[in-house]
Structure formats: structure tokens, C-alpha cells
């Protein structure tokens, strides 16, 4: 998958088409993946980026747990975009489906409509709010969207919407998301479905390749393997 | 002045001062204070500002129904209906205003805009409203009279086009079922036309300036058939509406229904949208004893407050259905609870800033029945007429 990413990377932006697939048959809900997306992007309190949902099907003692970890689906038709009252919100041509911080008003309207509540909100909250000092690493910069954003009051990301950008700033540098390192159990992977060759195309193809609510047509880049 | 104005002014204001202390939380503090959330990112501020400027709608039909259609027995009510305009709509953008996480960016919507979001056509249209109410306002006060009937006309068509945009802001989502439908906007439409009506008419008979000569009556009688007739379509609406999500058995929408029924906020459907918004106007209203003014606007405060409720209960219960099911208890924190309370802050400001529309109403009105007096009389004398 590195690789392949690298190979990627070379080519122009509009001809990569970034796709995750999640095997729902390794995941084993250990939530590393969504630990080390808050590592990666220095989440605060109340902003989660990849939820691991975990479900028990069937009663006692037919019982069985399903993990699914749910990001941004990165929609070809996301319908969080047309509705953002000042476009701060948009499809990138490689796919990702990216929020301008400075340009973000606060609305909250975005988190109404993404049909898989991928979207968070940013209250402005500090892990050592209300002891004695705001601790400085809870201050130091995320580099998302390939921008630093030190945490500061009132200055954005707070007050914003916020949600999985597919790790891009890492993209950049050539490295995968931080999620995808991260999975102990080989589930998550990564790549671009323009390149026929990839791994991710070949998995994409399996008939076991599904993805969530496909029937509101949102077109999600985000496969589930069942 | 109004002895009742007189008593309810100073104790307004002291809600205004209690209101600066939200309004210094929210500034100072962002919105940290604030008890929302990201599965209930929507509260007190957005849901009262949806019936608010639903109210300013309602209101402005008085004022098109007088100034365009010629109904004369409204002209008292139309000098009351247009400071509720004003003051209910200032109340609910300022309440929305201060909900969005970076309120130094509004003018983005003007300059910046993205013209497939119907939020941004909501702005320009109230922005638009705003400038009718307050040439309006310009007009009675100045007795410009010849403005005022296409400036009714104008407003109106904005007022349909808002009264309805408010559903069409929630009707769109297609992520939510239950607000995913055409029949939002209508629903919204006559809520807010009967709520606007129903608050012109309480005020029309609880701060009187005149006595109850036939005027009066005549005003109150119009009203009450007027009420009526729009709670019917409205029963109509909810009744369209409960026998398809009944029949159609969508589960996601069935749930949503549920929830509003028997959800967290039952009481709010029970108490507040049915008994207060539909069974007590209706049984005051109905018979004979509706023409008296007392129980008239004891009628007309209970669909007040029953219509607050039922617009709360459009948006209130059914973000407590989440989007994907167990997605809430995936990651635990106080921000993703699906459930909802108002912090201090959230109350403190909102009393304040309803106080303080609630004390400009009273000053307004006292200024321009004054005002109308005042021309009145003149036109008497130079008529050299006596009373």
C-alpha cells in the first residue's frame, strides 16, 4: 500500500481517487485506529474523527459482535456540500471532501445533513480545562489539511465542523493515514481506485464490497469487506 | 402608558441585565457553556428561532390583510402586528446569530455565498424582510400611508417565501426521514401564519389602548373565524401526515414519529402541541363564548405556546435518533449525548433577548398609537369637526 500511495503521489491530482476499504471480518473493535486518529490530529474533548460502532447481533447464546469503524464516507455526491451556506466545504479532484476552517461559520447545518453522522463539532473544549492551567501540548498545531492550526480560543478549528480528511497532510508527505498503520489486524486499506493494478481497486471489485445507505445515492469511498 | 406596560418594563429589564450575563458567557467563553452537542448540535436558540420568525410571518399577515386586501376591522390589530413583526424577527436572528461558532464571519453569507444552500437564500430574504418592516415602520411613523399597501404586498410574498424556506431548511436533509418531506413546508407555512395571528390577537386584547366598542369586536370576530379556519388546516396537515408515515411504515420515519409521541419530549407533543395548540383554542373557540375577549386571548396565548411547542418538537426529538443506530455510545463524551437540556447560558440569553424584544414591543406600540392618535385628531380639527 505504501508503494503503491508513493506511486500515486506522482501522478496529478485530478487522475488519483483515494478509497478506503474496511474489513469488517478482522476488525476486532480494539479502537487503536480511532486513538491514533485523535493522536494524529490532536482531536479535543468531544470531536471524534473514526468512531469504532460496536453492535451485538442475535440473543443469548446465539450472540456475535459486529466493529464497524465509521469515518467521513468521502461521497462523490456528498450532500454536506451543497447546503454549506459558504462553500466552506468542498470536493477536492483527488476526492476528499475538505472544510476550509477560516472560511466555516459555525452553522452546524452540515451535521444534519451527512446521513452518517460523520461530522463533528468543535465546542472549544481542553482536556485540562478546569484544573489550574490549560496544559501547552494541548495547545501545539494539528496539520491538517496541510496547514498548522494551533489551538487557540475562538480561533478556528474551534467553532467549526470537523470530521476525517483521510489524513491528506499525511498523503502529501507519502505516508498512509494514521488508521491505517495503526489496525492491528490488517483491516483498513488505503489506495487509489484509478490505479487498476492497486490493492484497493482489486478489493473493490470483490462482491463482498459494500458500502452504507448506498441507496441514498451519496456514493461513499469508503468500502466495507462483510 | 399602558398601567400593565408599566409593571412588566422594569422587571424586563432586569431579564435584559440577566440576559448580558449569557451574552458575556457566550463571548468570553465561546461555546463551551453551551449544552449542545454533535448529534444535537441544534437547541433552544435555533428551535425558538424557527417560531419566532414564524411569529414575524404571522404577524405581517395582518398587516397584508389590512394594507392590501382593505379588511378595516384589523386597522387596530395592524399597529400592533407590525412592532411584533419587527421585534419577534430581531429576537430570532439574534438568537441564531449567537448560535454559529463564528459570528465575526456572518457577512460571508453576503459576500462569500454558496447559492445551492437554501440557509443563504433565507438570509438574503430576511435581510430583505427586515429592510419592508423597517420602511414600514418609517411609513406609519411619517403617515406616508400610500407606501404601505405595496410594501404589504412585497413583504407577503417574502413572508410565504420564508415561512416556508423554514421547512425547506430542514426539508431538505435528506439524512433525516422525517424532515425529508414537502409537507414540512406547508406545516411551517400555517404554523406560522396561526402562531403570528394568534400573537397579534392576544396582544390586540390583553394591551389594549381602547375600550371593547364594536371596533373591538368586530376585530376579535374576524380573528376568531380567521384562528379557526387555520387550525383546521392545520389538523389537516398532521393528520396527512400521521396516516402516510403510518401507511408508508418507513422504520427510520415510523421511529422518528415515535420519538416525537413518546420520546424523552412526550410532554412537549401531549401537553404543549396538542392540548395547548389545538384541544383548548378549540374548545374555547368554537362556541359562542370564543367572542369574549378574555377567553379569546386566553385561546389565542394557548396556541402561542402550543405552536412554540410543536415547532420545537419538529426539531428537538428527532435529532435524538441518531444516524446510524449504537453510533452514540461508540465514543463517550458528554458531547455526543442525545440528550438535550439548555445550560444557564443558553437560558440567560435567550430571556434577555426575549425581554428585550418584549420591551421594545411595549414601547413601540405605545409610541405609535400615540403617533395615530395624535394624526387622528389632526385631521379632525382641520376638518373642523367636533367629537
Same mark, same amino acid.
Given at each position: 500500500?505504501?508503494?503503491?500511495?508513493?506511486?500515486?503521489?506522482?501522478?496529478?491530482?485530478?487522475?488519483?481517487?483515494?478509497?478506503?476499504?474496511?474489513?469488517?471480518?478482522?476488525?476486532?473493535?480494539?479502537?487503536?485506529?480511532?486513538?491514533?486518529?485523535?493522536?494524529?490530529?490532536?482531536?479535543?474533548?468531544?470531536?471524534?474523527?473514526?468512531?469504532?460502532?460496536?453492535?451485538?447481533?442475535?440473543?443469548?447464546?446465539?450472540?456475535?459482535?459486529?466493529?464497524?469503524?465509521?469515518?467521513?464516507?468521502?461521497?462523490?455526491?456528498?450532500?454536506?456540500?451543497?447546503?454549506?451556506?459558504?462553500?466552506?466545504?468542498?470536493?477536492?479532484?483527488?476526492?476528499?471532501?475538505?472544510?476550509?476552517?477560516?472560511?466555516?461559520?459555525?452553522?452546524?447545518?452540515?451535521?444534519?445533513?451527512?446521513? /452518517?453522522?460523520?461530522?463533528?463539532?468543535?465546542? &472549544?473544549?481542553?482536556?485540562?480545562?478546569?484544573?489550574?492551567?490549560?496544559?501547552?501540548?494541548?495547545?501545539?498545531?494539528?496539520?491538517?489539511? &496541510?496547514?498548522?492550526?494551533?489551538?487557540?480560543?475562538?480561533?478556528?478549528?474551534? &467553532?467549526?465542523?470537523?470530521?476525517?480528511?483521510?489524513?491528506?497532510?499525511?498523503?502529501?508527505?507519502?505516508?498512509?493515514?494514521?488508521?491505517?498503520?495503526?489496525?492491528?489486524?490488517?483491516?483498513?486499506?488505503?489506495?487509489?481506485?484509478?490505479?487498476?493494478?492497486?490493492?484497493?481497486?482489486?478489493?473493490?471489485?470483490?462482491?463482498?464490497?459494500?458500502?452504507?445507505?448506498?441507496?441514498?445515492?451519496?456514493?461513499?469511498?469508503?468500502? /466495507?469487506?462483510? | 402608558m399602558l398601567r400593565i406596560a408599566k409593571a412588566l418594563i422594569?422587571?424586563?429589564?432586569?431579564?435584559?441585565?440577566?440576559?448580558?450575563?449569557?451574552?458575556?458567557?457566550?463571548?468570553?467563553?465561546?461555546?463551551?457553556?453551551?449544552?449542545?452537542?454533535?448529534?444535537?448540535?441544534?437547541?433552544?436558540?435555533?428551535?425558538?428561532?424557527?417560531?419566532?420568525?414564524?411569529?414575524?410571518?404571522?404577524a405581517f399577515l395582518v398587516l397584508f390583510l389590512y394594507h392590501a386586501l382593505g379588511i378595516r376591522s384589523l386597522r387596530r390589530a395592524s399597529l400592533y402586528a407590525l412592532p411584533l413583526a419587527l421585534v419577534?424577527?430581531?429576537?430570532?436572528?439574534?438568537?441564531?446569530?449567537?448560535?454559529?461558532?463564528?459570528?465575526?464571519?456572518?457577512?460571508?453569507?453576503?459576500?462569500?455565498?454558496?447559492?445551492?444552500?437554501?440557509?443563504?437564500?433565507?438570509?438574503?430574504?430576511?435581510?430583505?424582510?427586515?429592510?419592508?418592516l423597517l420602511a414600514m415602520l418609517y411609513a406609519t411613523v411619517q403617515g406616508r400611508e400610500p407606501w404601505l399597501k405595496p410594501l404589504s404586498?412585497?413583504?407577503?410574498?417574502?413572508?410565504?417565501?420564508?415561512?416556508?424556506?423554514?421547512?425547506?431548511?430542514?426539508?431538505?436533509?435528506?439524512?433525516?426521514?422525517?424532515?425529508?418531506?414537502?409537507?414540512?413546508?406547508?406545516?411551517?407555512?400555517?404554523?406560522?401564519?396561526?402562531?403570528?395571528i394568534?400573537l397579534v390577537a392576544f396582544t390586540t386584547v390583553f394591551l389594549r389602548h381602547w375600550p371593547v366598542d364594536d371596533e373591538h369586536r368586530n376585530a376579535l370576530d374576524f380573528l376568531r373565524y380567521f384562528v379557526?379556519?387555520?387550525?383546521?388546516?392545520?389538523?389537516?396537515?398532521?393528520?396527512?401526515?400521521?396516516?402516510?408515515?403510518?401507511?408508508?411504515?418507513?422504520?427510520?420515519?415510523?421511529?422518528?414519529?415515535?420519538?416525537?409521541?413518546?420520546?424523552?419530549?412526550?410532554?412537549?407533543?401531549?401537553?404543549?402541541?396538542?392540548?395547548?395548540?389545538?384541544?383548548?383554542?378549540?374548545?374555547?373557540?368554537?362556541?359562542r363564548w370564543g367572542t369574549r375577549p378574555f377567553l379569546f386571548g386566553?385561546?389565542t396565548?394557548?396556541?402561542?405556546?402550543?405552536?412554540?411547542?410543536?415547532?420545537?418538537?419538529?426539531?428537538?426529538?428527532?435529532?435524538?435518533?441518531?444516524?446510524?443506530?449504537?453510533?452514540?455510545?461508540?465514543?463517550?463524551?458528554?458531547?455526543?449525548?442525545?440528550?438535550?437540556?439548555?445550560?444557564?447560558?443558553?437560558?440567560?440569553?435567550?430571556?434577555?433577548?426575549?425581554?428585550?424584544?418584549a420591551a421594545t414591543f411595549l414601547i413601540l406600540i405605545e409610541t405609535l398609537v400615540f403617533l395615530q392618535g395624535r394624526r387622528e385628531r389632526a385631521v379632525v380639527e382641520a376638518a373642523g369637526w367636533s367629537r
Amino acid at each position: 500500500m505504501q508503494r503503491e500511495l508513493q506511486h500515486a503521489m506522482k501522478k496529478p491530482i485530478r487522475e488519483r481517487r483515494w478509497v478506503m476499504v474496511i474489513d469488517l471480518r478482522k476488525c476486532v473493535g480494539c479502537s487503536a485506529c480511532t486513538i491514533a486518529c485523535v493522536a494524529e490530529n490532536k482531536l479535543p474533548p468531544g470531536v471524534v474523527y473514526r468512531p469504532v460502532i460496536e453492535e451485538e447481533i442475535g440473543t443469548y447464546p446465539n450472540v456475535s459482535r459486529r466493529f464497524t469503524p465509521r469515518l467521513c464516507m468521502q461521497c462523490d455526491n456528498p450532500p454536506c456540500v451543497s447546503i454549506c451556506p459558504v462553500k466552506a466545504t468542498y470536493k477536492r479532484p483527488d476526492g476528499i471532501v475538505e472544510i476550509n476552517y477560516n472560511q466555516c461559520i459555525g452553522c452546524r447545518y452540515c451535521l444534519h445533513a451527512c446521513p /452518517y453522522g460523520a461530522r463533528t463539532y468543535d465546542f &472549544g473544549e481542553f482536556y485540562t480545562l478546569g484544573t489550574p492551567k490549560v496544559e501547552s501540548y494541548e495547545k501545539l498545531p494539528s496539520y491538517e489539511y &496541510g496547514r498548522e492550526w494551533p489551538r487557540e480560543e475562538a480561533k478556528s478549528p474551534v &467553532g467549526n465542523a470537523r470530521k476525517c480528511h483521510f489524513c491528506n497532510h499525511r498523503l502529501e508527505a507519502g505516508m498512509l493515514p494514521a488508521c491505517v498503520t495503526t489496525c492491528i489486524g490488517y483491516a483498513t486499506f488505503f489506495g487509489d481506485s484509478n490505479d487498476p493494478e492497486s490493492l484497493i481497486s482489486n478489493l473493490i471489485s470483490k462482491p463482498n464490497a459494500l458500502r452504507l445507505k448506498e441507496e441514498l445515492g451519496t456514493q461513499p469511498k469508503v468500502y /466495507y469487506l462483510v | 402608558m399602558l398601567r400593565i406596560a408599566k409593571a412588566l418594563i422594569p422587571l424586563l429589564l432586569i431579564l435584559v441585565v440577566l440576559g448580558l450575563f449569557g451574552a458575556w458567557d457566550r463571548l468570553v467563553h465561546g461555546e463551551k457553556n453551551l449544552n449542545l452537542g454533535s448529534y444535537l448540535p441544534w437547541g433552544l436558540w435555533v428551535g425558538s428561532y424557527i417560531y419566532l420568525v414564524g411569529f414575524s410571518g404571522g404577524a405581517f399577515l395582518v398587516l397584508f390583510l389590512y394594507h392590501a386586501l382593505g379588511i378595516r376591522s384589523l386597522r387596530r390589530a395592524s399597529l400592533y402586528a407590525l412592532p411584533l413583526a419587527l421585534v419577534t424577527l430581531g429576537n430570532g436572528l439574534m438568537l441564531v446569530l449567537v448560535d454559529l461558532g463564528h459570528m465575526e464571519r456572518f457577512w460571508k453569507l453576503y459576500l462569500q455565498p454558496n447559492p445551492t444552500s437554501i440557509l443563504v437564500w433565507m438570509v438574503w430574504v430576511y435581510s430583505v424582510y427586515s429592510g419592508i418592516l423597517l420602511a414600514m415602520l418609517y411609513a406609519t411613523v411619517q403617515g406616508r400611508e400610500p407606501w404601505l399597501k405595496p410594501l404589504s404586498v412585497v413583504g407577503f410574498l417574502l413572508v410565504i417565501t420564508f415561512g416556508g424556506g423554514e421547512g425547506a431548511l430542514l426539508g431538505v436533509l435528506g439524512a433525516k426521514p422525517y424532515w425529508n418531506s414537502g409537507l414540512l413546508l406547508i406545516r411551517f407555512l400555517f404554523t406560522a401564519f396561526l402562531s403570528g395571528i394568534a400573537l397579534v390577537a392576544f396582544t390586540t386584547v390583553f394591551l389594549r389602548h381602547w375600550p371593547v366598542d364594536d371596533e373591538h369586536r368586530n376585530a376579535l370576530d374576524f380573528l376568531r373565524y380567521f384562528v379557526l379556519i387555520l387550525l383546521a388546516v392545520i389538523s389537516l396537515v398532521e393528520l396527512a401526515e400521521l396516516s402516510v408515515i403510518h401507511y408508508a411504515a418507513i422504520p427510520a420515519v415510523l421511529e422518528a414519529r415515535r420519538l416525537v409521541i413518546f420520546g424523552t419530549y412526550w410532554w412537549v407533543f401531549w401537553f404543549g402541541q396538542v392540548l395547548l395548540g389545538l384541544v383548548v383554542p378549540a374548545a374555547i373557540l368554537i362556541p359562542r363564548w370564543g367572542t369574549r375577549p378574555f377567553l379569546f386571548g386566553l385561546a389565542t396565548l394557548s396556541i402561542v405556546i402550543g405552536n412554540a411547542a410543536s415547532k420545537q418538537n419538529v426539531v428537538l426529538p428527532i435529532l435524538t435518533a441518531s444516524d446510524l443506530r449504537t453510533l452514540p455510545t461508540a465514543f463517550i463524551h458528554e458531547r455526543f449525548s442525545l440528550v438535550y437540556h439548555p445550560s444557564l447560558t443558553e437560558w440567560l440569553f435567550w430571556l434577555g433577548v426575549g425581554a428585550a424584544a418584549a420591551a421594545t414591543f411595549l414601547i413601540l406600540i405605545e409610541t405609535l398609537v400615540f403617533l395615530q392618535g395624535r394624526r387622528e385628531r389632526a385631521v379632525v380639527e382641520a376638518a373642523g369637526w367636533s367629537r
